[in-house]
């Protein structure tokens, strides 16, 4: 069964540094999406992606994010300089038609 | 179920039993819901989906319920399995745009043999 693959599993990071979390979505699916979780608490939204450009984002995702589909095949989030809080499991997710997400297993993102 | 801080309200059940995970959404106007099972350290998964012009849809040892009036949705999983256990959201769209699942707060599933 395809599936979201999302690459790292985990990062570490210093605070003020950029990540770029990575993610290769179902081949056939046209809507993408980053959500990220803290511990113990729920999936939040952060941005979607459709016909290469952003179609909603939340006001988590402030200027430090910013996405980009730069082939065919991946999708990316990019911290710009990483904050404390901004430590989570960030997951990637994708549909082919807007409404039931399928959902990697996620990065654990880890700001030092 | 309502989150408080880092602990999710949790249900325990007896491996057999049915289970039933509640969850109160908050926007009149979604009509496509879904629930989502969360195991540790993995993203979460489709368990069943269902339209706000439906009241109630059955799955594979599975059934959701919507009641619109009240807005509330159930999850019932006949004959908990251990690997039942994880942690259960709610999803919910807005009907304006289809760009976003809303997630709820989670009820964590515990299954005793």
């Known amino acids: 069964e395809p599936e979201v693959t999302q690459t790292p599993s985990h990062q570490v990071t210093q605070m003020g540094q950029e990540v770029i979390l990575r993610c290769v979505p179902i081949s056939n699916h046209l809507y993408f999406y980053w959500y990220r979780q803290i511990l113990g608490q729920k999936v939040e939204f952060l941005v979607s992606?459709?016909?290469?450009?952003?179609?909603?984002k939340s006001e988590i995702f402030d200027d430090q994010f910013s996405v980009e589909r730069p082939d065919g095949s991946n999708f990316t989030l990019k911290i710009r300089s990483t904050k404390l809080e901004d430590s989570a499991m960030y997951f990637c997710?994708?549909?082919?038609?807007?409404?039931?997400?399928?959902f990697g297993s996620g990065t654990q993102l880890s700001v030092l | 179920g309502e989150s408080v801080g880092l602990h999710l309200p949790t249900l325990s059940v007896q491996e057999g039993d049915n289970s039933i995970i509640n969850c109160a959404y908050s926007?009149?106007?979604?009509?496509?819901f879904i629930w989502y099972k969360q195991e540790s350290g993995k993203g979460p998964q489709f368990i069943i989906d269902i339209r706000s012009n439906m009241d109630k849809r059955q799955g594979q040892r599975v059934t959701v319920l919507l009641n619109k009036t009240v807005k509330h949705l159930s999850l019932q999983i006949a004959a908990t399995q251990p690997g039942d256990s994880a942690v259960y959201f709610c999803?919910?769209?807005?009907?304006?745009?289809?760009?976003?699942?809303?997630f709820g707060a989670g009820t964590r599933l515990a299954v005793h043999p």
């Open positions: 999803a919910e769209t807005p009907s304006r745009g289809y760009n976003k699942l809303i």
């Open positions: 997710a994708s549909t082919v038609v807007s409404g039931k997400l399928f």
């Open positions: 992606f459709y016909n290469n450009e952003i179609s909603e």
């Open positions: 926007n009149s106007a979604s009509d496509y």
